[in-house]
């Protein structure tokens, strides 16, 4: 059975940092493509990220470039979202999301609540 | 940047009706790379359709997708009482985008 478990997310001030950690199991991780996807609440869904299998191909929403760095362990079947000089704008869902074929997402996570605010 | 349209945004309808959501991009979508999802209360989103028209594992088949280009319609043949939720076009030919959302609550 596929599984993607989020964690790390919390309150945190403006301008401070916070490591999001996505642990999948069931699948053979390095074989796929992975994304970062956002909601604030009451709001749609943003892609913020991915990343190629080998680490390699990495994007960022402009809104996040420059702040966030998304990566991955493969051994340790992790993805990692490192969060940066965050806005109260950031405040969302953030959910990892395993890429089917090409670009949509077949597979999320639970999603973890980041909080920005003072 | 490929913007998504989604309309309506909130669709009212009983169970055993007909649903039609539609969305339209901003440009055309290449290789019908666009996808639908479904999103229930406090959930993650599930994915229904890629390709435009193809069936996501374990999606019923009384969940269609058609279209190509510009405009795709999502259509739900008869509406099962679970089927309320909101719904998400993404289209991801270039780069990834998605739709506001469409609401299809019950009537």
């Known amino acids: 059975e596929v599984q993607l478990v989020e964690s790390g997310g919390g309150l945190v001030q403006p301008g401070g940092s916070l490591r999001l950690s996505c642990a999948v199991s069931g699948f053979t991780f390095s074989g796929y493509w992975m994304h970062w996807v956002r909601q604030a609440p009451g709001k749609g869904l943003v892609w913020v990220s991915r990343?190629?299998?080998?680490?390699?191909?990495?994007r960022y929403a402009d809104s996040v470039k420059g702040r966030f760095t998304i990566s991955r362990d493969n051994a340790k079947n992790t993805l990692f979202l490192q969060m940066n000089s965050l806005r109260a704008e950031d405040t969302a869902v953030y959910y990892c999301?395993?890429?089917?074929?090409?670009?949509?997402?077949?597979?999320w996570g639970q999603g973890t609540l980041v909080t920005v605010s003072s | 940047e490929t913007v998504l349209t989604q309309s309506p945004g909130t669709l009212s309808l009983s169970p055993g009706e007909r649903a039609t959501l539609s969305c339209r991009a901003s440009?055309?979508?290449?290789?019908?790379?666009l996808a639908w999802y479904q999103q229930k209360p406090g959930q993650a989103p599930r994915l229904l359709i890629y390709?435009?028209?193809s069936r996501a594992t374990g999606i019923p088949d009384r969940f269609s997708g058609s279209g190509s280009g510009t405009d795709f319609t999502l259509t739900i043949s008869r509406l099962e009482p679970e089927d309320f939720a909101v719904y998400y076009c993404?289209?991801?030919?270039?780069?990834?985008?998605f739709g506001q959302g469409t609401k299809l609550e019950i009537k």
């Open positions: 440009q055309s979508v290449s290789s019908s790379y």
């Open positions: 993404q289209q991801y030919g270039s780069s990834y985008t």
């Open positions: 990343i190629k299998g080998d680490g390699s191909n990495i």
């Open positions: 390709g435009a028209s």
């Open positions: 999301a395993r890429d089917g074929t090409s670009g949509n997402f077949d597979y």
